[in-house]
Structures are given as structure tokens and as C-alpha cells.
């Protein structure tokens, strides 16, 4: 019965320890480990030199909210349910956020539950 635990534990140390770190309005050359010499960021450096760097990696979409989407489901954006951040499109019905009016908004309602998502 032992033998059996130590096996499992050797093979879960075997998988590889991950950590992605998504930022809104921070492009590459924002870190030190990518050649910023005026922000210090020596934690996130650390962690470079001790892994791996991507060097060419491109964003799912120019803004956040489906680029977001697109890393968590794997899907194109153009196949995705979150099309862009808050989207108002003039001309449709008008919607009440407590006393405020406001327009409808598109491109942001929520996932099928069937639809596997990265966490899961």
C-alpha cells in the first residue's frame, strides 16, 4: 500500500508547475526578464530565469474581455460568446441598472454550461 503512495506522489512531481500571468494594458517590454530598464520587477524575473519565456505569443483580440475568453475556452474569437468589452449599440432597447438607463449591451452574455473552460 505504501509503494503505491510513493508512486503516485513521484508522478505528480513529475508534471510541470505552470503559472500565467494575464495583465490588462501590459504589453511584453513592461518586465525586466523582456529588456524594461526603468520598472523594476525582479519577483517576475526570478520566476523567467527559472522557467521559460514566450518570445511569440500573439493576444485573441485587442481587448480584454475576449482575449480573456479566447485563452479560457480555446476557441477563435470569432467562435467565442464574449466579442468585445462593453459593447453599446445605439439604437436598441435601453435597459435599467438600478435607477440609471443605460443601452443594451452585446457580446457579453454568459457560456453554455456545457462549454469546457480552462479551469475545469
Known amino acids: 500500500m505504501m509503494a503505491a503512495g510513493a508512486v503516485a506522489a513521484s508522478a505528480a512531481d ?3 508547475n505552470i503559472i500565467y500571468i494575464m495583465c490588462d494594458d501590459m504589453g511584453y517590454g513592461d518586465l525586466g526578464c523582456y529588456g524594461q530598464k526603468y520598472i523594476s520587477t525582479p519577483h517576475i524575473d526570478s520566476l523567467a530565469r527559472q522557467g521559460v519565456r514566450f518570445t511569440q505569443a500573439y493576444a485573441g483580440s485587442p481587448v480584454s474581455a475576449p482575449s480573456r475568453a479566447s485563452l479560457m475556452t480555446g476557441q477563435h474569437t ?8 462593453k459593447e453599446y449599440w445605439r439604437g436598441v432597447d435601453t435597459v435599467m441598472y438600478g435607477a ?3 443601452f443594451s449591451v452585446v457580446g457579453q452574455h454568459p457560456y453554455d454550461p456545457a462549454q469546457v ?3 475545469e
Not at 78 to 85: D, F, K, L, M, S
Open 78 to 85: 470569432g467562435h467565442c460568446e464574449v466579442r468585445g468589452n
Open 14 to 16: 513529475n508534471r510541470p
Open 100 to 102: 440609471n438607463v443605460d
Open 117 to 119: 473552460i480552462l479551469p
